[in-house]
Nanobody
Framework: VQLQASGGGLVQAGASLRLSCGAS????????LGWFRQAPGKEREFVAA????????VYADSMKGRFTVSRDNAKNTAYLQMNSLEPEDTAVYYC??????????????????WGQGTLVTVSS
């Protein structure tokens, strides 16, 4: 299983970015696709997740309203639309796939496959 995250870059505060996560290697209908981020000196943080089959979504409270996760089954690609970006959103963003139990969707340890990360830098 391979995950390829892309779409990061340098933007100003208030801007938007859309990250993509291309998946290959197996059928993902059982999987949850999660987005995590890690800022320098901080622990990896859950951002959002989407169940590949059915499209159920989960968000970290601090991301609700600004970030939207979606997926395109035909393209085996998931997306993270990020609006109203703030300098505090600066981090390496990772996509991951796994089969977490419902109550552990936000736990990175529940995810088996990880992409390489894409850097998002938000300037003030």
């Amino acid at each position: 299983v391979q995950l390829q995250a892309s779409g990061g870059g340098l933007v100003q505060a208030g801007a938007s970015l859309r990250l993509s996560c291309g998946a290959s290697g197996r059928t993902f209908s059982r999987y949850v696709l999660g987005w995590f981020r890690q800022a320098p000196g901080k622990e990896r943080e859950f951002v959002a997740a989407i169940r590949w089959s059915g499209g159920t979504t989960v968000y970290a409270d601090s991301m609700k309203g600004r970030f939207t996760v979606s997926r395109d089954n035909a393209k085996n690609t998931a997306y993270l639309q990020m609006n109203s970006l703030e300098p505090e959103d600066t981090a390496v963003y990772y996509c991951a796939a796994g089969v977490p139990i419902l109550t552990a969707t936000m736990d990175p340890n529940m995810y088996t496959y990880w992409g390489q990360g894409t850097l998002v830098t938000v300037s003030s």
